[in-house]
């Protein structure tokens, strides 16, 4: 029967290691970390945006500091499932929900008007971005509205 010397397996110094298999598995195990972490990201918005919605205020939603501070998010869903912008004409939308937001890019000229809610969670370095929007129909008045994800934030 061979015998197994544990004396030298015991013996590699870490930078044997590390030249082996070891730095692989290091670098497999960042690289892990680093592509789940907004998944992470993407969850926890999903569920804290769930716990802390709350009902829609016009002036609130108006208010651009609460805006950049993540408010208009926590009234979405109430706004949508209301269905209090459908029938409105562009002036009473406007009235509503205040001036449609800047920094529009071309995946949203399909639409009237859009305006900017949040960055979208686990979006890399902020690149998408959920964006409220409505389309007119026939008469000028609001037919559809949701909420969709389009590249670049506002100005």
Do not use: Q
């Amino acid at each position: 029967m061979p015998r197994i010397d544990y004396k030298r397996w015991s013996r590699l110094e870490p930078s044997s290691w590390l030249k082996g298999a070891g730095m692989p598995l290091v670098l497999l195990v960042l690289l892990g970390v680093l592509l789940l972490l907004p998944l992470g990201r993407s969850l926890h918005g999903v569920l804290s945006a769930a716990a802390e919605d709350r009902p829609f205020d016009a002036s609130e939603w108006r208010n651009a500091e609460k805006a950049r501070a993540g408010e208009r998010e926590t009234m979405v869903r109430d706004l949508l499932e209301s269905g209090a912008l459908l029938g409105l004409n562009r002036d009473e939308a406007r009235t509503m929900l205040g001036e449609p937001g800047p920094g529009r890019s071309a995946e949203l000229d399909e639409w009237d008007l859009a305006y900017w809610i949040a960055p979208e969670p686990g979006a890399l370095l902020g690149a998408e971005s959920r964006w409220l929007v409505l389309r007119l129909g026939e008469g000028g008045r609001v037919d559809e509205v949701r909420v969709v994800v389009a590249i670049r934030e506002p100005n």
